[in-house]
């Protein structure tokens, strides 16, 4: 193509209770970079028809890997007419939170798992019936046990085309779930990256007619639910296990402000049975996958690196949920923690 290039900008919208990704084509002037556009709030639940207008403002801006060529994937804020960040905005109280810790270095890598549905039932399910028990499937190998590797194997290629820091995949416990996971990376880069490999996800899938979904507990019963676990540390944790131990301390602090922003039906996933504790009350512990946070055990032994907080839902936004990591444990360190079980916000 001559002359321009094509950008496809992304962003997130006012779905309750789990906001959508949407996106739209602009061709832009080669040589210019993807300028402020617009879209009609009014269809994606962030305006009325009468001042439809939100305000697209990019923030990440990436190869788009599924055009290639000079064209872009650009991740944007929502914005009002007026300047200020749209109220379904997460992104801009994650970035602030940040830029004031940023003494702390905090790293986030999150374990985005996801489950495939071909028509109305998971990849892997046979029309009205169920497939064998869990137990094979979890990293499994072969075309009785794993389902959707064609499109795994593509989104990770589109992944890694487009410079996402994708740390790695695995076959899950549930048949047609899967996982990739993203970091060890800033807020709000982390998250960043998490929305536009989300996007990739689905966009991935449709050449296959095989759509994804971060609902957390996508069949009831005797079925894996799907999780983002987030493993983070900060500069003092990665040097030494006293901060190890503060971290935890502050995240029991604010247990329930946690668990409330971790993504709807959170109550469906966090059991207490399936990898999974209970929503109602906080733990933790070394190796301990039933635990609400997980030390893991070469932590334990270096006494010093990170910890992996299992609560977050598959379908949490990750904006809100590095956000409130860095506002407990950086606050508690710095003294400047707002008060336990403050009003819900997110
Ligand atoms: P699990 O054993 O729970 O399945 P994974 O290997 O899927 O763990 O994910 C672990 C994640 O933790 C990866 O994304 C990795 O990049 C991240 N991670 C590793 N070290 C750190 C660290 N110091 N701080 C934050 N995240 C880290
Ligand atoms: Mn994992
Ligand atoms: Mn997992
Ligand atoms: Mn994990």
Redesign the pocket.
């Known amino acids: 193509m001559s002359g321009v290039y094509r950008a496809e900008y992304i962003w997130v919208d006012g779905t309750e209770p789990t906001k959508k990704l949407r996106s739209k084509t602009k061709v832009v002037p080669k040589g210019e970079a993807p300028p402020i556009w617009g879209f009609d709030g009014s269809s994606t639940n962030q305006a009325t028809g009468d001042r439809s207008d939100c305000v697209l403002q990019p923030v990440f801006v990436t190869n788009d890997p599924i055009r290639g060529g000079d064209d872009k994937l650009v991740l944007c804020e929502v914005m009002l007419v007026s300047g200020d960040p749209h109220p379904t905005n997460t992104r801009r109280a994650c970035a602030e939170i940040s830029q004031k810790h940023a003494s702390f270095d905090t ?5 985005q798992e996801y489950t495939f549905f071909k028509g109305a039932r998971p990849l892997g399910f046979p029309d009205g019936g169920f497939p064998a028990p869990q137990g094979g499937y979890y990293c499994g190998v072969g075309a009785d046990e794993v389902f959707g590797r064609e499109v795994v194997e593509s989104h990770l290629d589109l992944c890694l085309k487009a410079g996402l820091r994708i ?2 995949i ?1 076959a899950e416990v549930m048949p047609g779930q899967w ?1 990739f ?4 990376l800033s807020a709000p880069e982390a998250a960043d990256q998490l929305w536009v490999a989300r996007w990739l996800l689905y966009r991935a899938g449709e050449p296959f007619g095989v759509s994804a979904t971060l609902y957390p507990k996508p069949v009831r019963g005797d079925w894996n639910g799907a999780g983002a ?1 987030t ?3 900060t500069k003092q944790m ?1 040097e030494g296990w006293e901060p190890i131990m503060a971290a935890i301390e502050a995240l029991e602090g604010r247990h329930d402000l946690h668990i409330a922003n971790y993504g709807s039906d959170i109550e469906l996933r966090l059991t207490g049975h399936h990898e999974t504790a209970s929503y109602k009350e906080f733990s933790y512990g070394v190796s301990h996958r039933g635990a609400s946070v ?1 030390i ?1 055990w070469q932590v334990a032994k270096d006494k010093k ?2 910890i ?1 907080d299992r609560r977050p839902n598959a379908n949490m936004d990750p904006y809100v949920v590095t956000r409130l990591i860095i506002e407990t444990v950086c606050g508690a360190a710095s003294g400047s923690a707002p008060k336990a079980r403050e009003v819900v916000t997110a």
């Not at 790293?107 to 374990?111: P, Q, T």
């Not at 996971?181 to 060890?184: A, I, K, L, S, T």
């Open positions: 790293w986030f890598g999150i374990e740390s790695g695995n996982e996971q993203v970091g060890p676990h493993n983070f540390s990665r997980r893991p690196g990170y992996e």
